[in-house]
């Protein structure tokens, strides 16, 4: 059995983990093997990372990125490409073009530095398929609030940041088009399920 790579990526609040969880049950019922995963925090060094992330509050932009960076490092080396290398479908929730889309357009740090960085963390590991949960960042930010309570460091950020990560998707799936699908993130849990399935029922069909 091949190993498949997949990315969920998006917004806030976008449904990625709710859509991981239901993605894995259905594979594992078609009998694939399948883990998932997320960043940061796929590895122990990743949780410690991920709480210095998420929850202190005085990283500096570049600090910030290092972190990220550090995280998919140890992940890459250590889980993802294990696993593939094993036949597994790894399910990963967000992966480099988060680095773009939150540390390029939302922190405005510089997009060869962060492209430096993140061929050093992923040494060429590329997603054999990304999707991409497109959500209004309003709705996107409530149902994070609803869904955690207190918001983390970065759900804290203002509204003007959201949307120049939410642009930073949009222009990453036209540039990639062979490897971004756009998944409609408005509709309810099952529809966006059913059309997860149909686009990975023709990457599983074809490899
Ligand atoms: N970050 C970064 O800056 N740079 C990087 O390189 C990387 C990450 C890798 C990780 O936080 C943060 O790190 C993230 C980007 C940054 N910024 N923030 N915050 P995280 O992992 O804690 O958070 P997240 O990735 O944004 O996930 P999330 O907020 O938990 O959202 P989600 O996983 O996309 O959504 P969900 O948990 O599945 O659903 C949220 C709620 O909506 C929940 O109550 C669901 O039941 C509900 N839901 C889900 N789908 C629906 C539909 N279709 N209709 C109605 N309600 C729904």
Not at 43 to 64: F, M, P
Not at 76 to 96: A, H, M, N, W
């Amino acid at each position: 059995m091949s190993s498949l790579f997949v990315t969920f990526e998006g917004g806030e609040g976008a449904g990625k983990s709710t859509q991981i969880a239901l993605t894995y049950d259905w594979l594992l019922c078609l009998g694939y093997q399948v883990i998932t995963t997320r960043e940061p925090g796929g590895t122990e060094l990743g949780k410690g990372i991920r709480q210095l992330l998420l929850q202190s509050g005085d990283a500096v932009d570049r600090a910030e990125l290092l972190l990220f960076a550090a995280d998919r490092s140890q992940h890459v080396e250590t889980k993802i490409r294990p696993r593939l290398e094993q036949g597994f479908i790894v399910l990963c929730d967000r992966y480099s073009d988060s680095t773009i889309a939150y540390q390029h357009y939302g922190r405005g740090l510089d997009l060869d530095l962060i492209s430096s960085l993140n061929s050093i963390a992923t040494q060429g590991l590329k997603p054999d398929l990304t999707l991409w949960l497109d959500l209004d960042v309003n709705i996107g930010l409530d149902r994070a609030k609803q869904s955690s309570g207190k918001p983390d460091r970065m759900e804290r950020l203002s509204i003007e940041f959201h949307q120049r990560v939410a642009q930073g998707f949009r222009e990453l799936a036209e540039k990639e088009i062979d490897r971004i699908v756009r998944i409609n993130a408005s509709e309810n849990i099952d529809n966006i399920q059913s059309q997860i399935q149909t686009i990975l029922k023709s990457h599983l069909v074809y490899r």
